[in-house]
């Protein structure tokens, strides 16, 4: 007999079913499998990486074009204005150790794939998504050349956006930043710093 | 019909000035019939006839554009004003929804169709799932009562410091509503986290489709893909259908109208977080993702530009918050924090959920200074203004002087009591 004792074929029964429940398994067999046109389609995160970035290229001087015909309007004619939203995209160097900081794309923003990212998610806000892959790129390294971080003629594609050095990076701390639970962060600890319960 | 129309005339003639005042004294004045005349008459027009979904009293005037509007300073393609909420005359610790905070970031309320809408589970998982409201309806559902803040309030730029007169003004971001949904932990379950999937980044379907980066430690903590507040659907302006809650945790990782969650292996850095959510130093460093709240609390009666009627018994009343747990004790000063003694704390006392706190007080009509501050579970305590220069290395002056925008400031707040039972705001005088 291959199982000597029913005792043991029961507690290999149960063994097996503590298992079942211990493992990563869904629960519930609700929601569907998404087709990887559908994901494709929501999907527009950028990461710092570039991993995400699609194929495509622009350089400032076509983006000039688009920058005053899509973007001028709200924010100024050369990005450096208050304009509507009182945020300007350019200039602001060493205004930041003053008591007026002017936190602009070329002195606070730590990747440039940030900016591709929020072009492409929601600018410009009156017609979001009607940019092109390559307008995207060449509005970027507009706003980066206005920044005086890359060049005019710059061809930037989804290999050299994301190795851009951005002033802003080393402005900002904890360098990788993390959450734990029974962690907190403060103004000034450069890490996260463990509890400890005072009374 | 006719008494009832003319008590609200001349209800809503005084409440222009009235407004802001304390509720007790705009009861005295509003003309409350003495016991023993006529009845009031019968509800008519929109209250008579909201049978199917009940409206409040056309007495009630509180609301959230009060002393606001004029700071709408934004102009030019569609930017939905920032609205905060009337905490002066907030009596529990629940927000009603019509009144909870909102800010949108210049996002219109998007009009989803529940039916159209679904949220998509992906990145670094096993198996991507798309789930319909429907179907998240099905899932085991938890209730759990928190309040939200946006990580900007109880600090008011320079330029809008003139506005600094009432609660409402300088800490009206913040609400708290018992919110309904799905843990998300259990979400994540059923699409199987990969290894490597350290952080997770949630999106909204609004035109600017906002996403923020949330540690997966978190995610899996006490997150909540939410729709119910309050006992009804969420709110348009609160997120309709889906909401992603996210307790205690700055207001804007608590993602409104969710989409799209992707399971990725680092933060990803979306404009919000990386730019405006974060606190500029004086040095010139900065720092970033300081997600968690800190422990708050503000007297919201008596408050600012409201006034006591005369010398006696008032009872001051407030809330406290914390993004790190629970409220443990309130501290209240009569005397501009020379001594302070205990307040009341009104149970429930529930973990990163707004706590109201009680503390009598008998007015002897001389000048007097109110503050509260707070102490969460972990014996951390709310900080004077003081305190704050200190942390920051800055003197008193940089407040008055620099047009950076402060995150998560949580130092104590003064009321000052004139002899003449007018309440000021102070912090920026002291």
Same mark, same amino acid.
């Given at each position: 007999?291959?199982?000597?004792?029913?005792?043991?074929?029961?507690?290999?029964?149960?063994?097996?079913?503590?298992?079942?429940?211990?493992?990563?398994?869904?629960?519930?067999?609700?929601?569907?499998?998404?087709?990887?046109?559908?994901?494709?389609?929501?999907?527009?995160?950028?990461?710092?990486?570039?991993?995400?970035?699609?194929?495509?290229?622009?350089?400032?001087?076509?983006?000039?074009?688009?920058?005053?015909?899509?973007?001028?309007?709200?924010?100024?004619?050369?990005?450096?204005?208050?304009?509507?939203?009182?945020?300007?995209?350019?200039?602001?160097?060493?205004?930041?150790?003053?008591?007026?900081?002017?936190?602009?794309?070329?002195?606070?923003?730590?990747?440039?794939?940030?900016?591709?990212?929020?072009?492409?998610?929601?600018?410009?806000?009156?017609?979001?998504?009607?940019?092109?892959?390559?307008?995207?790129?060449?509005?970027?390294?507009?706003?980066?050349?206005?920044?005086?971080?890359?060049?005019?003629?710059?061809?930037?594609?989804?290999?050299?956006?994301?190795?851009?050095?951005?002033?802003?990076?080393?402005?900002?701390?904890?360098?990788?930043?993390?959450?734990?639970?029974?962690?907190?962060?403060?103004?000034?600890?450069?890490?996260?710093?463990?509890?400890?319960?005072?009374? | 019909?006719?008494?009832?129309?003319?008590?609200?005339?001349?209800?809503?003639?005084?409440?222009?000035?009235?407004?802001?005042?304390?509720?007790?004294?705009?009861?005295?004045?509003?003309?409350?019939?003495?016991?023993?005349?006529?009845?009031?008459?019968?509800?008519?027009?929109?209250?008579?006839?909201?049978?199917?979904?009940?409206?409040?009293?056309?007495?009630?005037?509180?609301?959230?554009?009060?002393?606001?509007?004029?700071?709408?300073?934004?102009?030019?393609?569609?930017?939905?004003?920032?609205?905060?909420?009337?905490?002066?005359?907030?009596?529990?610790?629940?927000?009603? #929804?019509?009144?909870?905070?909102? @800010?949108?970031? +210049?996002?219109?309320?998007?009009? &989803?169709? /529940?039916? %159209?809408?679904?949220? *998509?589970?992906?990145?670094?998982?096993?198996?991507?799932?798309?789930?319909?409201?429907?179907?998240?309806?099905?899932?085991?559902?938890?209730?759990?009562?928190?309040?939200?803040?946006?990580?900007?309030?109880?600090?008011?730029?320079?330029?809008?410091?003139?506005?600094?007169?009432?609660?409402?003004?300088?800490?009206?971001?913040?609400?708290?509503?018992?919110?309904?949904?799905?843990?998300?932990?259990?979400?994540?379950?059923?699409?199987?986290?990969?290894?490597?999937?350290?952080?997770?980044?949630?999106?909204?379907?609004?035109?600017?489709?906002?996403?923020?980066?949330?540690?997966?430690?978190? #995610?899996?903590?006490?997150?909540? @893909?939410?729709? +119910?507040?309050?006992?009804?659907? &969420?709110? /348009?302006? %609160?997120?309709?259908? *889906?909401?992603?809650?996210?307790?205690?945790?700055?207001?804007?990782?608590?993602?409104?109208?969710?989409?799209?969650?992707?399971?990725?292996?680092?933060?990803?850095?979306?404009?919000?977080?990386?730019?405006?959510?974060?606190?500029?130093?004086?040095?010139?460093?900065?720092?970033?993702?300081?997600?968690?709240?800190?422990?708050?609390?503000?007297?919201?009666?008596?408050?600012?530009?409201?006034?006591?009627?005369?010398?006696?018994?008032?009872?001051?009343?407030?809330?406290?918050?914390?993004?790190?747990?629970?409220?443990?004790?309130?501290?209240?000063?009569?005397?501009?924090?020379?001594?302070?003694?205990?307040?009341?704390?009104?149970?429930?006392?529930?973990?990163?959920?707004?706590?109201?706190?009680?503390?009598?007080?008998?007015?002897?009509?001389?000048?007097?200074?109110?503050?509260?501050?707070?102490?969460?579970?972990?014996?951390?305590?709310?900080?004077?203004?003081?305190?704050?220069?200190?942390?920051?290395?800055?003197?008193?002056?940089?407040?008055?002087?620099?047009?950076?925008?402060?995150?998560?400031?949580?130092?104590?707040?003064?009321?000052?009591?004139?002899?003449?039972?007018?309440?000021?705001?102070?912090?920026?005088?002291?």
């Amino acid at each position: 007999m291959l199982f000597g004792k029913p005792s043991l074929l029961a507690s290999f029964v149960v063994w097996t079913a503590s298992v079942a429940a211990l493992a990563q398994g869904p629960a519930y067999h609700l929601g569907r499998t998404p087709t990887p046109e559908e994901i494709q389609a929501l999907d527009i995160s950028i990461g710092p990486e570039g991993k995400e970035l699609p194929p495509g290229s622009g350089t400032a001087r076509e983006g000039a074009k688009l920058y005053a015909e899509r973007c001028a309007p709200c924010h100024g004619p050369t990005g450096a204005e208050m304009a509507v939203y009182h945020r300007p995209l350019v200039g602001g160097k060493g205004s930041l150790t003053t008591v007026q900081p002017v936190k602009t794309i070329g002195n606070y923003w730590a990747f440039a794939t940030t900016i591709w990212d929020y072009i492409r998610r929601a600018m410009p806000l009156d017609k979001p998504g009607s940019l092109r892959v390559d307008d995207v790129y060449a509005l970027t390294a507009f706003l980066l050349y206005r920044n005086e971080i890359v060049r005019e003629d710059d061809v930037l594609n989804a290999t050299n956006l994301p190795q851009i050095q951005m002033p802003g990076r080393k402005l900002f701390f904890p360098a990788e930043p993390d959450w734990k639970p029974g962690y907190r962060q403060l103004y000034f600890s450069p890490q996260p710093e463990r509890r400890e319960r005072r009374r | 019909m006719h008494s009832q129309q003319s008590g609200r005339r001349r209800f809503l003639k005084s409440g222009a000035a009235l407004a802001g005042w304390a509720v007790g004294a705009v009861r005295s004045v509003s003309g409350q019939a003495p016991a023993g005349s006529e009845p009031p008459a019968a509800l008519a027009g929109s209250e008579a006839s909201s049978r199917d979904y009940g409206v409040r009293s056309g007495f009630e005037t509180s609301g959230r554009l009060t002393h606001i509007q004029a700071w709408v300073a934004n102009v030019g393609p569609p930017v939905a004003p920032a609205l905060r909420t009337p905490l002066q005359d907030s009596v529990g610790i629940i927000t009603p #929804a019509p009144l909870h905070y909102v @800010v949108d970031h +210049g996002s219109p309320t998007p009009g &989803i169709d /529940p039916r %159209q809408h679904s949220l *998509l589970i992906h990145g670094l998982v096993d198996r991507p799932l798309l789930f319909t409201l429907d179907e998240l309806k099905r899932l085991p559902a938890v209730s759990r009562i928190h309040f939200l803040a946006c990580a900007g309030n109880s600090y008011l730029p320079l330029e809008q410091r003139q506005n600094a007169k009432t609660v409402q003004e300088t800490h009206g971001w913040t609400s708290c509503s018992e919110w309904t949904g799905v843990p998300l932990s259990l979400l994540l379950q059923e699409v199987g986290v990969q290894k490597g999937g350290t952080w997770i980044q949630a999106e909204g379907a609004e035109i600017r489709k906002l996403a923020s980066s949330i540690p997966m430690a978190k #995610a899996l903590d006490d997150v909540l @893909v939410a729709y +119910g507040q309050n006992g009804e659907a &969420i709110r /348009p302006e %609160q997120g309709y259908p *889906l909401r992603l809650i996210v307790p205690g945790f700055e207001g804007i990782r608590n993602v409104k109208w969710l989409r799209r969650i992707k399971v990725v292996d680092r933060p990803y850095m979306m404009k919000y977080e990386g730019t405006i959510y974060t606190n500029l130093r004086p040095d010139g460093t900065a720092r970033w993702f300081q997600l968690e709240l800190e422990t708050n609390s503000v007297i919201t009666s008596p408050s600012g530009e409201q006034r006591l009627p005369g010398p006696g018994f008032h009872e001051i009343t407030g809330l406290a918050w914390s993004g790190g747990g629970a409220i443990r004790r309130v501290e209240v000063s009569t005397d501009g924090g020379r001594t302070w003694k205990d307040a009341q704390l009104q149970a429930p006392v529930l973990a990163k959920a707004h706590t109201r706190f009680r503390f009598p007080w008998n007015w002897d009509g001389k000048e007097a200074v109110l503050q509260s501050r707070s102490t969460n579970e972990w014996g951390e305590v709310q900080p004077t203004k003081a305190a704050l220069e200190r942390m920051w290395g800055v003197t008193p002056d940089y407040w008055l002087t620099t047009t950076n925008r402060i995150q998560h400031f949580n130092a104590i707040q003064p009321w000052k009591v004139t002899s003449d039972g007018r309440v000021h705001n102070v912090i920026w005088e002291t």
